[in-house]
């Protein structure tokens, strides 16, 4: 990071002084859960609830599989300590907590040389009181010793997924802190005097001394900004409904976007054991937004299996030694090599020409490792490797919006990271999508979206609440005690400017496993809002279900409050009169056509000598530093007058 500051300063010819603010995302967090390479982390629980991570949701994720392997929990078993207290789940003691149970835990502290402490007591989201008193005591010993409470970083109900998130905040806690310290030290010695603040998992920005606290928040950072990116695009353009697709060098990220607003979540998994299946990773519940991940970048490598099938992915060339084409030892065909050889990439201008490619050494090991094994020639061998990673990216975003009860087929879609735009277009072919927009900067989207990403923070409570005995008292004084901690939280990097305020409930039928969101009036309730939020809850209940279930209570489990600061107001871009005046491609080179499977002799543009309106019929190539859009034979592009690439599905003749 540092040494990108330095080369942007000295392109820009500023001085650190000069720097007005710094955002920050990492995947530190995420890597040290996924790589297993976190602090030595011991678990506080009640007594009796010693294996309940390890217990897990008592399911199998994959029915049929009998080798299924389960995430072995952060924190090992004789690591998992037990002490004597009981809440019920009002908060009410029935156990007083034993003071000396947790005395004797001090010497196994030592003895076993705990790096870091995670404390999660049954119900403790109801009265943290038993969770504050053992850090007190443990801190009288081990003042420097990290403590997570599970009541602070996850106070609500569901005590497996407290858990798991206290442990994964324990366990990242100390290497994250090191490195932010560190990293905002050096800021400092090198004269930055500006605001330094952090990306966060649920689309906003929080300060420095928070990301410390909950390093948690900061897991998925990097997508999260590239969905704001998206969100922001589709408001600019008028898209009501778009899917962002995200894709670089590891993974390929698709989200859904309604009403210029990402979809949202309070839960996620990391590091999935399984083939990226869902209940197979590590839950965390924290805001995030919510999208679909898979092992589809450029890096992923190819394979052929006994079946003669070709898989991509999830094991990836990374950056060192990279794809073989990058010529630094890599032998592995990867999707790179693989659009590399249907000529889809500028040789010349990849990465602004700071990385020299080797055609020949990709298209030896897609030939070896693909093309021998089926019988295929080079060009099928990419296009192979090419259709099964854009394949797997369209089954995802089906699989996904299917889950959430909608549809990728008739949205926009807003295409950024450093291979997107070379997947774009074939991928908006096999989900019925008529539009594809590429922002300008697309290869570094994520970053640009952290600067349209808002200072906010979320919080969260659990308290138990029936429509049908709806207590407006209860529900504004917990409300109004979130308020406080999110505006003290906001204050540290967003001091006397105005914050918007959104509520939510998760509510459900009485007897039910599983909630639903439903937004709350921000303002003071009253007795008569009970009838306002059960008509609310009907009408949440109806778009997800089709229906509502008469006659039945509905009961509140957790509100959610977001502060953050105001964004400023989005302009629609009209749209631009087309220039019918021709644009001179600067090259032809061939590249391959899925429709006829051989190579076309296809114009090469350069992005910066697209003027807005001027019309682009595919097949072509527009090319710059960051990444090369592909526009297949289907599709036209168009410039906006923001510079986004526009390109749209040619209609068909009539009677055609």
Known sequence: MLAGIAKVLSLAALQPGE???????????????????????ALICTEGHRDSVEMAYENRFEQYDINIDRPAPLVPRYLRWAVRERLNANGEVLIPLDEDSVAALLPQIEDEAIESLAIGLIH????????????????????????????????EIREYERQS??????YVQPIMTRYLVALEQRLRAQGFVCPFLLMTSGGGLTSFETAVRFPIRLVESGPAGGAILASRIAAECGLDRVVSYDMGGTTAKLCLIDDATPLASRTFEVAREYRFLKGSGLPLRIPAIEMVEIGAGGGSIATVDAMQRVNVGPESAGSEPGPACYNHGGTAPTVTDADLALGRIDVGRFAGGSVTLAPDKAREVLARDVGTPLNMGEALAAFAVSEVVDENMANAARVHAIEWGKNVAGRAMVAFGGAAPLHAARLAEKLEVDQVVIPT???????????????????????????????????NAVLAEMRAEAEAIVAEAAAGV?????????????????????????????????????????????????????NLDVE?????????????????????????????????????????TDFVETPVYRREDLSPGVRIEGPALIVEDQTTSVVTAGFEATLNQTGYIVMRRKRKASGS
């Open 165 to 170: 998130t206290a442990c994964a905040n324990a």
């Open 124 to 155: 403790g989201y109801a009265d943290p009181a038993h969770e504050e008193r053992v850090a007190e005591i443990i801190r009288t010993r081990f003042p420097e010793l990290p403590i997570t409470l599970a009541s602070e970083v996850c106070p």
């Open 498 to 550: 105005e914050l918007v305020e959104s509520r939510t409930s998760f509510m459900r039928y009485l007897g039910q496993g599983h909630e639903i969101s439903v937004d709350l009036p921000v303002r003071q309730l009253t007795s008569a809002d009970g009838t306002v939020l059960q008509e609310a809850f009907d009408a949440a209940y109806t778009r997800l279900y089709g229906r509502t279930i008469p």
């Open 556 to 596: 509140i489990l957790s509100w959610t409050l977001m502060l953050g600061t105001k964004l400023p107001s989005v302009q629609q871009i009209p749209a631009p009169a087309f220039d019918n005046s021709a644009t001179a491609p600067i090259a032809q080179r061939p590249v391959f056509d899925p429709a006829t």
């Open 19 to 41: 720097v007005g603010l710094i955002i920050h995302g990492t995947t530190l967090a995420t890597n040290a859960l996924i790589e297993r390479k976190g602090a030595k982390t």
């Open 441 to 475: 900067g697309a290869g570094v989207g994520s970053a640009i979206g952290f600067l349209r990403a808002p200072i906010s923070y979320e919080v969260v409570r659990s308290r138990y609440l029936r429509l049908s005995a709806f207590d407006a008292c209860l529900a």
